[in-house]
């Protein structure tokens, strides 16, 4: 897009119906999956007190998305991606309310977890497939905006709120609000969203033409590399719990640490959201390098409030994966657009995977601390390569 054109407007996007169901959708079954997630990180650690198996816990929410991604994406490419999007959410309703079951194994909650992720990546590549269709030119990245913003508020409210449910109402009924959630959100879009077909709609998808639209190109490429950037970033979260037992903390500073970075990646994107296109993209590479050398401070495992911050400020550069993710989706072509994003999308998955995993690692042999700072120092470094390949490829 070219300088100095202005930014698009909250109402500009709110006054697309289609956008208005898609939204509310997505927002409240957002929340309630992030009850189902908080609340077994919570009982695994409490059960185990084992930095590592909690670390695990959390990656096996994410790893099945690396095959979903991978192989399931470019269903949003073959079939209606109205359709696509609601037979996803009803079979996440349905598998979370097996896990309703009662007197069910931590493995076995954790194994059907890992289950409901897969329908995430056909929905979520139907979805950001959509939205450039109902959305256009700067509207596109402003609606973007408010469904990261609505991401991030989900795990806000879902790590506020998730272990006083457990607490009070206890695990089953907090897993059927959970799938309550997708059932209403399946119904919303068959309701509310028209049918939209790709071009090739029919014709099955083949995963290395995903591969080939990518790898062709250069700027495509770096945006991936930058994405994967979050394996680094996401360190902190997964570690909050034994990072707040290093600091003598309870269960209270947990929900804080937790908190600090979507609450800053909010703010953060409230910022890139008013500023200029061209201004967002020039900022895309110093922002991931900042994303990860404000968490090299951690390793000295400061007060909590000085962790906070620190967190909470990485979040508000993590910002730059909305402007990532919206020139990624805006450059691919509409054709093959589910199954580039799936791939794109499991790329960052296996890197937030590996990251995890990596960290929680060591953390039994490293404290969680100086983990964290570790993940920021490696990360600085990855940034600093992508963002001069991506300098290479725009040029």
């Known amino acids: 897009m070219a300088g100095g054109v202005a930014a698009a407007r909250w109402r500009d996007v709110a006054a697309v119906g289609q956008f208005r169901v898609l939204w509310l959708a997505h927002a409240q079954s957002r929340i309630g999956d992030q009850l189902a997630r908080v609340a077994l990180s919570v009982l695994v650690y409490d059960r185990t007190h084992s930095p590592a198996w909690t670390a695990l816990t959390y990656a096996m929410t994410i790893l099945p998305n690396l095959v979903g991604g991978t192989l399931l994406a470019g269903l949003a490419d073959r079939f209606d991606r109205r359709s696509v999007m609601v037979a996803a959410d009803a079979t996440r309703a349905a598998l979370v309310a097996l896990m309703v079951v009662p007197g069910q194994p931590i493995a076995v909650l ?213 402007v990532v993710q919206g020139t990624f989706v805006q450059r691919v072509p509409d054709a093959s657009r589910g199954q580039a994003i799936g791939l794109a999308s499991a790329a960052m998955q296996a890197a937030q995977g590996f990251g995890i995993v990596l960290a929680g690692l060591l953390a039994q042999i490293l404290t969680p601390a100086a983990v964290v700072g570790l993940a920021g120092a490696a990360g600085v470094v990855a940034a600093v390569a992508a963002g001069v390949a991506w300098r290479r490829a725009a040029s």
């Not at 272990?163 to 109402?169: E, F, G, Q, S």
């Not at 509310?192 to 099955?204: E, Q």
């Open 110 to 322: 954790v194994v059907l977890l890992c289950l409901v992720q897969l329908p995430y990546a056909p929905f979520s590549a139907a979805r950001n497939a959509v939205l450039p269709a109902v959305l256009d030119g700067d509207r596109y990245m402003a609606g973007l905006a408010v469904m990261r913003t609505t991401d991030q508020l989900g795990l806000v409210g879902g790590i506020a709120i998730g272990a006083t449910l457990v607490t009070y109402l206890g695990t089953s009924t907090t897993l059927v609000i959970d799938a309550a959630t997708f059932a209403l959100s399946a119904l919303l879009i068959q309701i509310g969203v028209r049918s939209h077909r790709p071009p090739r709609a029919g014709h099955r998808t083949r995963l290395k033409a995903g591969l080939r639209v990518v790898a062709k190109d250069p700027q495509l490429r770096a945006l991936v590399a930058i994405a994967c950037v979050n394996g680094f970033y996401v360190v902190p979260e997964s570690l909050a719990v034994p990072y707040a037992a290093q600091l003598g903390q309870g269960t209270a500073a947990v929900g804080w640490l937790l908190a600090a970075v979507p609450a800053g990646s909010i703010v953060g994107m409230i910022w890139l959201k008013s500023l200029r296109p061209d201004l967002r993209l020039r900022l895309m590479a110093p922002l991931t390098v900042a994303t990860c050398a404000v968490l090299i401070p951690s390793a000295w495992a400061p007060v909590l409030a000085v962790s906070a911050v620190l967190w909470a400020v990485s979040g508000l550069a993590s910002a730059h994966d909305m």
